[in-house]
């Protein structure tokens, strides 16, 4: 069983930049696809990135592509979303997550192992 711990959020000003990141512990890192979901208030969560195990494959909602970049690290069983050009609208908790069966999976039911969460603000 994989555990996920979220650090990295914080409040930013509009175009400006944070980088999130995402421990795993308790299990195969590297067995795992990692994805990003956020979730602003009042609203469902919804998906934002996510990486192949061997982190040679990446896809983006098409509100993240062009300004968010996923990644991983193996080595050290740590995820992470570089996101630049930040927006208001981008404003939420931002989850990480893993998922053992094979393909990207984009949805949040495809995805099993959950962190608790990190909270981005950006002020226009």
């Known amino acids: 069983q994989v555990q996920l711990v979220e650090s990295g959020g914080g409040l930013v000003q509009a175009g400006g930049s944070l980088r999130v990141s995402c421990a795993a512990s308790g299990g195969t890192f590297s067995s795992h696809t990692m994805g990003w979901f956020r979730q602003a208030p009042g609203k469902e969560r919804e998906f934002v990135a996510v990486i192949s195990r061997s982190g040679g494959v990446t896809s983006y909602a098409d509100s993240a592509k062009g300004r968010f970049t996923i990644s991983r690290d193996n080595a050290g069983n740590m995820a992470y979303l570089q996101m630049n050009r930040l927006k208001p609208e981008d404003t939420a908790v931002y989850y990480c997550?893993?998922?053992?069966?094979?393909?990207?999976?984009?949805?949040?039911?495809?995805?099993?192992?959950w962190g608790q969460g990190t909270q981005v603000t950006v002020s226009s």
């Open positions: 997550a893993a998922r053992r069966l094979p393909g990207l999976g984009y949805a949040v039911n495809n995805f099993s192992y």
